[in-house]
């Protein structure tokens, strides 16, 4: 007995130790990173790309409620017209970056927001009709979408399926009536339950489900009922987001109160819980927070090591050029990003003034690049092939990482990183320290400032 508590009390400690804020590695250097452009840096970033492919991404920025535990871009409206001035923008934005897919397949879509599903249906047909006229989506590219259950029918689906999508997620959160509550986010498990069948009949590829855990009022009581519902419809994909909460960035998050929300330790167990759930039933753990159907693509790429990592999370086009289009979207072209005006208003006047309409970026550095193909490689695949490193870009790692590599050993003394002479691998148990691993190699997080910025790690 007193080894048991004695292992709790270490699992407990370790938790506290290392939940502390960092990044949550969509991308290398984060968002947060960039800086105000004086000139568009796509131009001559595309100059330099090797990308033989292209996906696009859409923010559409609108939402019919708030939910309080959002941290989105999005303007919340019950103006359904808006969408329509939205539209006409985003064609002229297809029109001035056109130029960025000229010679190249376009590989993917993929709709965010927002809630995509603020649209209506006719308002659908007129974006794909927009995209196809400017842009040749190849035979079989993936078509995605993400959508509020809350706003659609089965009918709405049928509409998405004949425009010619392929993959849709649903967001379910959560399912407890409480918890739904005090997010202000109360929606039917048996209407999103309903729609998910009907997708499947629909014949769409992959039908995805987003969870959070860590919000107000959540037990491991609440969250097994959650999980439960989720198995009960066997999506092919599920995302087990962690909340972050922000509340001096996202003023809607002060609604919650400090005693509802579950600590890092109880954070650690409602993921440990859904871990343990979801792949005792056959699902395959992708990176940090992602499970797939050992049949669906995601679970393949992983298997067959090309998982990649990019601004939507885990996508298998690792070979492409990522070209945004919206109001706050942002865009991967060769070694640059480049992010548009997150205000509605600047974005429209930038279009109207023949500006460029991306606002912020970078422009990697060699040590950007370095450390980006070290931190994608520990969220995608828990492990850094040292030797590929050294030969992709000329160093020693144990030389150029001298002093990550210290910054570890503690975490290896605590076994949650395996050090070899040719690997870094992070054992399969205690994946949910990989942000705070990965940020051990992240050169920005050198101040209190730039880490109070981003949510705890666990
Ligand atoms: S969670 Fe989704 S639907 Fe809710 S406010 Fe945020 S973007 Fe809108």
Do not use: W
């Not at 649903?170 to 509550?181: A, P």
């Not at 001096?248 to 409602?270: G, M, V």
Request: glycine share 4%; aromatic share 10%.
């Amino acid at each position: 007995m007193t080894n048991i508590n004695n292992l709790q009390q270490k699992a407990v400690s370790t938790i506290t130790k290392y939940a502390l804020n960092a990044p949550r590695y969509t991308s290398y250097p984060t968002a947060l990173k960039f800086e105000p452009l004086q000139i568009d840096p796509l131009p001559q970033a595309l100059n330099i790309s090797k990308a033989p492919a292209v996906s696009l991404y859409v923010h559409i920025p609108f939402c019919k409620t708030l939910c309080y535990y959002c941290g989105c871009n999005k303007i919340v409206t019950r103006h359904n017209e808006k969408a329509d001035e939205y539209l006409d923008y985003l064609e002229k934005e297809f029109l001035s970056k056109r130029y960025l897919t000229d010679g190249r397949r376009v590989v993917s879509l993929h709709l965010g927001g927002g809630s995509p599903s603020f649209l209506s249906e006719t308002q659908h047909t007129y974006l794909m009709y927009l995209l196809k006229k400017h842009f040749t989506l190849e035979v079989g590219a993936e078509l995605s979408i993400e959508l509020d259950p809350r706003n659609i029918d089965k009918r709405y689906l049928q509409n998405l399926k004949c425009l010619g999508y392929t993959r849709i997620s649903f967001g379910l959160q959560d399912t407890d009536y409480n918890v739904q509550k005090t997010i202000n986010r109360v929606q039917s498990t048996s209407h999103i339950a309903d729609l998910v069948f009907e997708a499947r009949s629909l014949g769409f590829d992959s039908v995805n489900l987003d969870l959070i855990y860590g919000l107000p009022n959540q037990s491991l009581d609440t969250f097994s009922s959650t999980i439960a519902a989720t198995k009960a419809m066997m999506p092919d994909r599920i995302s087990l987001f962690s909340y972050a909460h922000l509340p001096e960035r996202f003023a809607a998050q002060r609604k919650f109160a400090d005693e509802t929300l579950p600590t890092s330790e109880e954070k650690a167990s409602l993921y440990n819980l859904a871990v343990k759930s979801f792949t005792s039933i056959g699902y395959e753990m992708i990176g940090l927070d992602h499970f797939a159907l050992s049949k669906d693509a995601l679970a393949i790429a992983k298997n067959q090591g090309e998982l990649h990592r990019n601004f939507q999370g885990y996508t298998l086009r690792g070979d492409t050029d990522l070209i945004g289009f919206g109001v706050s979207a942002i865009s991967t072209v060769g070694n640059a990003y480049a992010q548009n005006a997150k205000d509605l208003k600047e974005y429209y006047s930038r279009i109207d003034n023949h500006l460029p309409c991306s606002k912020v970026g970078l422009s990697l550095t060699v040590d950007d690049l370095i450390r980006r193909d070290v931190i994608s490689s520990l969220m995608c695949n828990l492990v850094v092939n040292k030797l590929a490193i050294e030969s992709k870009h000329h160093i020693k790692f144990d030389e150029y990482f001298a002093s990550a590599l210290n910054n570890l050993a503690e975490m290896k003394q605590d076994s949650l990183i395996e050090i070899t002479s040719e690997h870094i691998r992070v054992p399969e148990s205690v994946r949910i320290y990989i942000r705070a691993i990965c940020a051990r190699f992240d050169a920005y997080l050198n101040t209190s400032e730039t880490l109070s910025s981003y949510s705890k790690a666990i």
